[in-house]
């Protein structure tokens, strides 16, 4: 199975397609994987075409703690090092509540239906949070985190050794403090 067969096998549209109600076969032979970067691998080789990831971004699902893109006649396991999704920017209203934006021009606040939850990568512990349904998960880009994390500083506040910010009435761990 190609890439551009996995393609072919998503019907574009505008919003999430039902990949909850698919069950195709599994379809195994090919390796996609995406890195600590969130840079997108099909068989080892980075897939630059963008239209492709964010197509391929749509069609996800998390099934016991295991990525798959998921069409209607195949479900091909992905590699996950920390997310799918990247978080490149975050914004503020005036009452404090936090919309954040993917490398998919996705974007979603941070409440209650998107929470974070801090998971231990390479000995840190870095926020993740819940991008959409079905359990999709993103996480800070570099820049974003230390700007997240300056905003968390300053707006925030710790508790048991944790760092929490508030959202949309909710509260948030961003970081555990040594």
């Given at each position: 199975m190609s890439i551009s067969d996995i393609a072919k096998n998503i019907q574009h549209s505008s919003s999430f397609p039902p990949v909850d109600k698919w069950n195709p076969d599994l379809c195994i032979g090919q390796t996609i994987s995406i890195d600590r970067n969130g840079d997108w691998f099909y068989n080892n080789s980075i897939i630059k075409n963008s239209k492709i990831k964010k197509l391929f971004s749509t069609v996800l699902r998390n099934d016991d703690g295991n990525y798959f893109l998921v069409t209607p006649v195949e479900k091909v396991p992905v590699e996950v090092a920390v997310a799918p999704y990247v978080i490149t920017d975050f914004?503020?209203?005036?009452?404090?509540?936090?919309k954040c934006i993917t490398n998919?021009?996705?974007?979603?606040?941070?409440?209650?239906?998107?929470?974070?939850?801090?998971?231990e990568i390479e000995d840190k512990f870095l926020p993740v949070f819940k991008v959409r349904?079905?359990?999709?998960?993103?996480?800070?880009?570099r820049n974003t985190y230390y700007r997240?994390?300056?905003?968390?500083?300053d707006k925030g506040h710790v508790k048991d050794d944790i760092l929490f910010i508030n959202s949309h009435g909710e509260e948030f761990p961003i970081g555990k403090i040594d």
């Open positions: 914004e503020c209203d005036s009452l404090g509540n936090i998919f021009d996705f974007a979603f606040d941070l409440d209650k239906d998107h929470p974070v939850k801090l998971r349904d079905l359990n999709i998960e993103g996480f800070l880009n997240f994390l300056n905003y968390a500083v």
